[in-house]
């Protein structure tokens, strides 16, 4: 069953076209990776995606709703974790307090904070901040989860845990759609990879086809470029 | 005149100068809130009105604005000003803290950063609710320490009052003063307003630390 479907989208800011024809499609179940050089348009698509921008034209059908995980978590920091939690499923989801606690222990035990529900954002490592913020999007039950770059603000020992909760999603078969830099993750956890360059697609396909042999010489080189420098 | 007659005949005015603090924060410090949203409107004549607006009132000194106050409604009218005296002076106070607030709270809103607004967004929180439940409480905890400093001066603005002839503690220690040749009652003025600005320094210190459980 497709969830995504997103034809030709298009967008400007001013003068600079950022996206210049994109599809993507996302069947149920899958993990899609997107990668491609920094500036090359991946987060405006997920923000398209996600409603937080509007594209200048194209078509777009989600089936059902969907969450998205922050470079920078933007956590609610006046509230507890717990709070992060419950109050987007009271206030938005109109679920009973009792309830909403009940998922929101349930899946911070998920991601391995069972014991942080009291704590405050600002006392928890930021590997810990991005699970929180993790769980907070798992609460509302989303239908897709998106992430752009959930790692990029967080020290490589630390990163290890938060990818490690994403494997787990995606062995649950959460639907997922990633934007990251760490190519042995994508490697690892994608159905499909998608590269990004300028705007346009370059390249697609399954993790083998992009990272193993390449036809596209821009593809590749940005892959050897990435190996070089971990 | 003893000293404690002296004190007694002062306590009035001190009640009255705490009624013009009290009264101008309870008026001012909401009416600032709706200046602040107003100035964010999306109807350009709105936005420029009171643009305006808060640009006079920081512009001009408050002693004008209250003689403006008490004696308009009499040169553009000719008004009975009779008891009017009080509510020009609260209106004054009001209206003048309220644009001073305004700004303190624009500045902490837009201190806020971008993601707190995006993450509401697409947990699917409305406008309102993200500005009621997220946006201003953090605001709140960024701007106390700029609310404490415009408390503290009003509590010694007060005294612009006597500008008007209002018999609040100023006006009273300078009649008592010039009538008994004491220096006593400035004495007695300025403890008072020490005394009351230290308590307010008290407060303001225990509703910021009761903020500091995050960052
Ligand atoms: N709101 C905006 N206004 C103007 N230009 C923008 C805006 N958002 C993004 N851009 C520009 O669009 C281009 C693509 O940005 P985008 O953030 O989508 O890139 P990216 O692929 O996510 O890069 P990175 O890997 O560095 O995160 C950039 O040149 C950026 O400066
Ligand atoms: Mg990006």
């Given at each position: 069953?497709?969830?995504?479907?997103?034809?030709?989208?298009?967008?400007?800011?001013?003068?600079?076209?950022?996206?210049?024809?994109?599809?993507?499609?996302?069947?149920?179940?899958?993990?899609?990776?997107?990668?491609?050089?920094?500036?090359?348009?991946?987060?405006?698509?997920?923000?398209?995606?996600?409603?937080?921008?509007?594209?200048?034209?194209?078509?777009?059908?989600?089936?059902?709703?969907?969450?998205?995980?922050?470079?920078?978590?933007?956590?609610?920091?006046?509230?507890?974790?717990?709070?992060?939690?419950?109050?987007?499923?009271?206030?938005?989801?109109?679920?009973?307090?009792?309830?909403?606690?009940?998922?929101?222990?349930?899946?911070?035990?998920?991601?391995?904070?069972?014991?942080?529900?009291?704590?405050?954002?600002?006392?928890?490592?930021?590997?810990?901040?991005?699970?929180?913020?993790?769980?907070?999007?798992?609460?509302?039950?989303?239908?897709?989860?998106?992430?752009?770059?959930?790692?990029?603000?967080?020290?490589?020992?630390?990163?290890?845990?938060?990818?490690?909760?994403?494997?787990?999603?995606?062995?649950?078969?959460?639907?997922?759609?990633?934007?990251?830099?760490?190519?042995?993750?994508?490697?690892?956890?994608?159905d499909r990879v998608y590269f990004m360059e300028n705007g346009y697609w370059i390249?697609?396909?399954?993790?083998?086809?992009?990272?193993?042999?390449?036809?596209?010489?821009?593809?590749?080189?940005?892959?050897?470029?990435?190996?070089?420098?971990? | 005149?003893?000293?404690?007659?002296?004190?007694?005949?002062?306590?009035?005015?001190?009640?009255?100068?705490?009624?013009?603090?009290?009264?101008?924060l309870i008026g001012s410090l909401p009416l600032g809130l709706v200046f602040c949203?107003?100035?964010?409107?999306?109807?350009?004549?709105?936005?420029?009105?009171?643009?305006?607006?808060?640009?006079?009132?920081?512009?001009?000194?408050?002693?004008?604005?209250?003689?403006?106050?008490?004696?308009?409604?009499?040169?553009?009218?000719?008004?009975?000003?009779?008891?009017?005296?009080?509510?020009?002076?609260?209106?004054?106070?009001?209206?003048?803290?309220?644009?001073?607030?305004?700004?303190?709270y624009r500045g902490g809103i837009e201190s806020m950063p971008v993601g707190q607004?995006?993450?509401?967004?697409?947990?699917?929180?409305?406008?309102?609710?993200?500005?009621?439940?997220?946006?201003?409480?953090?605001?709140?905890?960024?701007?106390?320490?700029?609310?404490?400093?415009?408390?503290?001066?009003?509590?010694?603005?007060?005294?612009?009052?006597?500008?008007?002839?209002?018999?609040?503690?100023?006006?009273?220690?300078?009649?008592?003063?010039?009538?008994?040749?004491?220096?006593?009652?400035?004495?007695?003025?300025?403890?008072?307003?020490?005394?009351?600005?230290?308590?307010?320094?008290?407060?303001?210190?225990?509703?910021?630390?009761?903020?500091?459980?995050?960052?």
């Open positions: 069953m497709t969830l995504l479907s997103a034809k030709d989208i298009k967008k400007s800011f001013g003068d600079l076209e950022v996206l210049k024809s994109i599809n993507i499609e996302v069947e149920k179940g899958e993990v899609v990776s997107i990668i491609g050089p920094s500036g090359s348009g991946k987060s405006t698509l997920l923000r398209i995606l996600t409603g937080l921008e509007t594209a200048d034209s194209g078509t777009i059908s989600i089936e059902g709703s969907t969450g998205l995980v922050f470079q920078q978590f933007n956590l609610f920091p006046h509230w507890s974790v717990m709070k992060n939690l419950v109050d987007p499923q009271v206030c938005v989801a109109k679920k009973s307090l009792a309830e909403a606690e009940k998922t929101a222990r349930e899946i911070l035990a998920k991601v391995n904070l069972a014991d942080k529900e009291n704590a405050y954002p600002c006392e928890l490592s930021g590997g810990q901040q991005q699970r929180v913020a993790i769980a907070r999007a798992l609460a509302m039950n989303p239908d897709i989860l998106f992430f752009d770059e959930p790692t990029s603000a967080l020290d490589p020992e630390i990163t290890a845990e938060v990818l490690k909760v994403i494997r787990q999603l995606a062995e649950q078969k959460m639907t997922m759609v990633i934007i990251t830099h760490e190519m042995n993750f994508a490697r690892g956890i994608s390249a697609q396909g399954t993790p083998d086809e992009i990272f193993e042999n390449s036809s596209n010489e821009r593809v590749s080189n940005f892959i050897n470029k990435l190996n070089q420098m971990v | 005149m003893t000293f404690s007659t002296m004190l007694e005949t002062m306590s009035a005015g001190m009640l009255r100068t705490c009624g013009i603090f009290v009264l101008t949203v107003l100035r964010k409107s999306r109807f350009a004549v709105i936005r420029w009105t009171i643009r305006g607006i808060i640009s006079v009132l920081r512009g001009t000194p408050l002693m004008l604005q209250l003689l403006v106050w008490y004696f308009g409604p009499y040169f553009l009218f000719g008004a009975n000003v009779a008891n009017w005296r009080f509510p020009a002076i609260l209106i004054g106070f009001v209206v003048n803290y309220a644009a001073y607030f305004a700004e303190i607004y995006e993450a509401a967004k697409v947990l699917g929180y409305t406008k309102v609710q993200t500005f009621k439940k997220i946006i201003l409480p953090q605001v709140v905890k960024r701007i106390m320490p700029s609310i404490t400093n415009e408390v503290i001066t009003l509590v010694k603005d007060t005294s612009l009052a006597f500008t008007l002839a209002y018999q609040e503690v100023f006006s009273l220690a300078k009649q008592i003063s010039a009538a008994k040749s004491s220096f006593m009652p400035f004495v007695i003025a300025g403890v008072f307003y020490f005394v009351a600005n230290y308590l307010v320094e008290i407060v303001m210190d225990r509703v910021e630390k009761s903020m500091q459980y995050y960052q």
